[in-house]
C-alpha cells in the first residue's frame, strides 16, 4: 500500500497544484485507487467520489448505465474502461474520469481474459486508455499492480 499512497501523493500534488479534481470508477481493484488518493492529506481539494463497479447491478446503479448503452460494450475491455472513466467525469463534473476493469485472478473472467488483464482509461484534458496483461494469477498482486498502473497513467497525463 505504501507504493500506492507515494504514487497518490504524487498524483495529488499534481491535481492540487491545478486547482482540479477526479473521480473514478473501479472493478477488479476493489477500491485501491479511491482509498490511496484518499490515504493522502487534503484529499478533499482534488477527490470527488468513486465507485466500485464490481457487477452488473453495480453497473447499473451506480453508473446509471442500462443493458441497453452497454450495446457494443463487454466489460474488461478498452472502450468499457473508456464509457467508465467518462461517465464518472460527467456524473461528477470532475477535471478527470479514471477507470479500471479487469480480472484479477486467480482465474480469468467469463469473458475470456486471463487472470491479470486489465483495462484502464484516463478522462480529461487529455485522455488514453491502456491494456494490461500480468501474466499472473496471484489476485492481490494483481489487485496492488492495477491500482499502481492507473495511479500512474494519471500522473502521466497530469504530468503531460
Not at 457487477?55 to 446509471?64: F, I, K, P, S, Y
Not at 467508465?84 to 467525469?89: C, G
Not at 461528477?92 to 483495462?119: K, M
Request: hydrophobic fraction near 40%; glycine fraction near 12%; charge should be negative.
Amino acid at each position: 500500500m505504501k507504493e500506492l499512497v507515494g504514487i497518490a501523493e504524487q498524483v495529488a500534488a499534481q491535481l492540487i497544484a491545478r486547482k482540479q479534481t477526479i473521480a473514478v470508477a473501479e472493478s477488479s481493484t476493489g477500491g485501491l485507487i479511491s482509498a490511496s488518493l484518499l490515504a493522502v492529506p487534503g484529499a478533499s481539494a482534488y477527490y470527488l467520489g468513486g465507485a466500485v463497479v464490481y457487477t452488473r447491478d453495480a453497473r447499473g446503479v451506480l453508473m446509471d448505465i442500462s443493458d441497453e448503452g452497454m450495446k457494443g460494450f463487454r466489460s474488461s475491455s478498452e472502450p468499457y474502461a473508456k464509457l467508465l472513466a467518462d461517465q464518472m467525469r460527467s456524473r461528477f463534473s470532475s477535471d478527470w474520469g479514471l477507470s479500471e476493469t479487469g480480472a484479477a485472478g486467480p482465474t480469468g473472467n467469463r469473458y475470456g481474459d486471463a487472470a491479470g488483464h486489465s483495462c484502464m482509461a484516463v478522462s480529461g484534458p487529455t485522455a488514453e486508455v491502456i491494456t494490461l496483461e500480468t501474466g499472473s494469477g496471484d489476485r492481490f498482486e494483481n489487485m496492488q499492480v492495477f491500482a499502481a498502473t492507473a495511479l500512474k497513467l494519471l500522473l502521466r497525463k497530469l504530468e503531460s
